[in-house]
T-cell receptor
Framework: QKEVEQNSGPLSVPEGAIASLNCTYSDRGSQSFFWYRQYSGKSPELIMFIYSNGDKEDGRFTAQLNKASQYVSLLIRDSQPSDSATYLCAVRPRGDSWGKLQFGAGTQVVVTP | DTAVSQTPKYLVTQMGNDKSIKCEQNLGHDTMYWYKQDSKKFLKIMFSYNNKELIINETVPNRFSPKSPDKAHLNLHINSLELGDSAVYFC?????????????FGPGTRLTVT
């Protein structure tokens, strides 16, 4: 079982719709959760982080964390073609003291005009 | 201003050669990381330094040797390059002493070994 799992996609989303991305993790004691956006040929860009159960909103992005069910999700509202990218979920596992993040393989999102 | 920078951006070399990649951050962060992203886009941590001290040392061939001359710089030297070393290498940094674990990535160095 992979430590951090994501559906590889592609997730096709009409422009203006909500894109919903899911990430599950195996370590129940995981502490911190991050979403990165990576355009093709570019570096990962941090777009959201969440440390506590519940929702966290930042602009068109909402991260949702449910530690009991061991998943974290990312919602992108009013999706734009510029949101087309691969979204990486990263998790800081239990016992980590130094930011040793575990990354999922990423979900490719394609926003169609 | 560039926050995390890496040189070179592209590196093409032959098997058996030795090469170095350099990273610099001007964010004032105290912790820096090296990641490898393979052809399947899987991102995996290799090393990390906090204030020049090695704190993360993953299972990586000892042909890879990181070095941090100060907390703003992190280099990666690779000896006897192999075909399997072809990947994109990312440097990242974070400010650890605030209990912040958000990491910010450099533009990457695409290494191709022929």
């Amino acid at each position: 079982q992979k430590e951090v799992e994501q559906n590889s996609g592609p997730l096709s989303v009409p422009e203006g719709a909500i894109a919903s991305l899911n990430c599950t993790y195996s370590d129940r004691g995981s502490q911190s959760f991050f979403w990165y956006r990576q355009y093709s040929g570019k570096s990962p860009e941090l777009i959201m982080f969440i440390y506590s159960n519940g929702d966290k909103e930042d602009g068109r992005f909402t991260a949702q964390l449910n530690k009991a069910s061991q998943y974290v999700s990312l919602l992108i509202r009013d999706s734009q073609p510029s949101d087309s990218a691969t979204y990486l979920c990263a998790v800081r596992p239990r016992g980590d003291s130094w930011g040793k993040l575990q990354f999922g393989a990423g979900t490719q999102v394609v926003v169609t005009p | 201003d560039t926050a995390v920078s890496q040189t070179p951006k592209y590196l093409v070399t032959q098997m058996g050669n030795d090469k170095s990649i350099k990273c610099e951050q001007n964010l004032g962060h105290d912790t820096m990381y090296w990641y490898k992203q393979d052809s399947k886009k899987f991102l995996k941590i290799m090393f990390s330094y906090n204030n020049k001290e090695l704190i993360i040392n993953e299972t990586v061939p000892n042909r890879f040797s990181p070095k941090s001359p100060d907390k703003a710089h992190l280099n990666l030297h690779i000896n006897s390059l192999e075909l399997g070393d072809s990947a994109v290498y990312f440097c990242a940094s974070s400010q650890f002493d605030r209990g912040s674990y958000e990491q910010y990535f450099g533009p990457g160095t695409r290494l191709t070994v022929t």
